[in-house]
């Protein structure tokens, strides 16, 4: 190897293609052994988004990733293992990064490389299917004509084809996909699959698409940027705001499941489901426009209802006596209902901090928190610039790193060491706002960074709560403006008051229950059976073994994107960006499984936690 000035000079795109080659001849002859041995021995781990093995997988370290290819290498038959663009390399941490792409029997895939400069071995290797080779998405150089030229006697215009497909899907035409719930998640993979060619309705209760965003209160703003919310195939414009109002991302929903097509039910409330044994299909029944009861027969049920799941409404002694409003964050009309009133919040985290921000602003006489146990909170100039910036922004876009790319690169890093960059992350900002986090706790605020420091993002990802983004409601409890009671509950409600734990009474005309949501499974056991929920058990959390992620380690979110334990039975949710992201993954799967594609799943986790 040649030196500069004594050192080894490292020729990144050598040492990623030399590595390549290795693992191209190996997994070509059979040998798992020859593969693993390519990996670091304990620190490594290999992503797989449904390539290998039709499944979203993290295997560690070697001797599992020789069992996942000892599985599946018969079936998927990978080769043609390339470099796909330059390799960079970091003489402060000592590794390479690539992207690489290859292709399996039915596939073409993507992926992202990490190897160690001074032993060409891999740390981190993600693997991601694209697309199924036999049937590409109707885009790019396989998008429809549009028209076919010619005089022809009788044509059937494009508006009558849409017409005569909503007219027969679902009666005399089922689809393969019936999707429960029409937020951003559900109609993005309602997208996905209308690519791919999958027959899909959409059923959604509200009147129109977006309404799930217009029924809530009126200052409702997305806390993520822009750059990081798009929706698949369609982005923002360019002078969309950089965090969108609720009214604006409800009227863009709508136009999105118009100009995608999407085959979308409105007033239409799902009252139940059960899977028949002999022919393999739900029975779905659909309450449409609130009279006409409807069965729909798909083979894949796809439960889209929101990964928060079923509001958390804990029963209050006395709460029948109560003469005011009393209600569940998710129902909060709006402040200017209460205006002059005395508002308590039960709970501490974003929608807390939200509706006590949109009571103060509208007018409430007095606004009051409770705080029962700790919340993580970082400004969301802060989250911007420490969290997101470097790939989902301005100038991310610039420099050449498309959403898909920022996407990619995001889930390039394991859940399992996402948590030391994410520390060093939360610690930066835990530094750069050390007086506002001062002040905050100076009003008794029980403030928190994670069990372990790692911050907003994984705490958003073991339990999907826990903290607030701050928009301005912190300042209000610092100036005062909020009052704050910490460290206590709720106990019990009088008619005009309510009794906390340590015996405090407060006055109150609106309680409002800022407590949470459960497992998604729960929507699984009201629409389908208790049965099923169990067996499919929680959704959401890693298994990490912190407050309410209970072990033993996954490795990724349970049951989210991916085969659940009932055959024919998906969930869909998350964030924008994640919603964007695996409605890919999912919707191969899907369209795989219509062809008759062999879709072999390895890593089947067991269920330990019910709900």
Known sequence: MATVNGSPKIDPDALVDAWLARLDSSLASGDASAAANLFEESTSFWRDLIAFTWNIVTVEGRSQIHAMLQSTLESVAPKGWVRNGTASYS??????????????????????????????????????????????????????????????????????????????????VQPYCVIVGGGQAGIGLAARLRQLGVPCIVVEKNPRPGDSWRNRYKSLCLHDPVWYDHLPYLPFPENWPIFAPKDKMGDWLEAYTKIMEINYWTSSECLGARLDPQSGEWEVKILRDGSKEVTLRPKQLILATGMSGFPNVPRIPGQEEFVGGLHHSSKHPGGEAYKGKRAVILGSNNSAHDIAADLWENGAAEVTMIQRSSSHVVRSESLFRFLTQEIYSESAVESGITTDKADMIFASLPYKIMGDAQRCNSDAIRAHDKDFYAALTNTGFMLDFGDDDSGLFMKYLRRGSGYYIDVGASQLLIDGEIKLRSGVTIASLKPSSVVLSDGTEIAADVVVLATGYGSMNQWAAKLISQEVADRVGKCWGLGSNTRKDPGPWEGELRNMWKPTAQEGLWFHGGNLHQARHYSLYLALQLKARMEGIATPVYGMPKVHHLS
Do not use: Q
Not at 137 to 154: L, M
């Open 91 to 172: 003489a402060d941490s000592g590794v390479i990064e690539a992207w690489i792409k290859f292709e399996t029997r039915d596939a073409v895939c993507t992926g992202h490389l990490r190897l160690m400069a001074t032993t060409s071995l891999c740390r981190t290797l993600l693997t991601a299917m694209e697309g199924l080779r036999d049937f590409p998405e109707n885009k790019g150089r396989t998008r429809p004509n549009g028209v076919t030229h010619g005089v022809i006697r009788h044509r059937a215009s494009w508006l009558d084809g849409r017409k005569e497909e909503e007219r027969t899907l679902g009666s005399t």
